[in-house]
């Protein structure tokens, strides 16, 4: 099956995340009672350049949610670095930076939550 340039985006980078960073990734936000740690594939923005370069191109940035258990800071640190730098892999991401980690309560336990934008040419 041929999917758009956006799908095989998503598609990669849960392969990504799911085989060598050994996280369960999810589109959306998972029912309470799915434990940290878990990523998150979610909102994104496009930029159409194709009225700028003439070629069928768009300059996405997409948000990536890194939930992990309250108790495990160094674990969490770790694996946001590794996370980064699989991502930097893909063959369409141009760059990876975190914009905010928070403590966070949100999903109804302490949690560090990690957001990662990641801009990609697709």
């Known amino acids: 099956m041929t999917y758009s ?6 598609k990669d980078l849960e392969k990504r995340v799911t085989d060598q960073v050994n996280l ?6 998972p029912d309470p009672e799915q434990p940290e740690p878990f990523v998150v594939l979610s909102g994104h923005t496009d930029n159409d350049l194709a009225l700028r370069t ?5 300059d996405t940035t997409i948000s990536v949610h890194v939930f992990y258990p ?3 800071r160094i674990k969490f640190e770790n694996a946001l670095y590794k996370l980064r730098g699989v991502i930097a892999q893909s063959k369409r991401v141009i760059n990876v930076s975190t914009s905010q980690t928070v403590f966070d ?5 302490d949690v560090y939550h990690a957001v990662i934008s990641v801009r990609a040419i697709i």
């Open 24 to 29: 369960p990734v999810y589109r959306v936000l």
């Open 105 to 109: 309560n949100s999903i109804g336990r």
């Open 70 to 72: 309250a108790n495990s």
């Open 54 to 58: 003439g070629l069928a191109v768009s």
């Open 5 to 10: 340039p956006f799908v095989d985006l998503l």
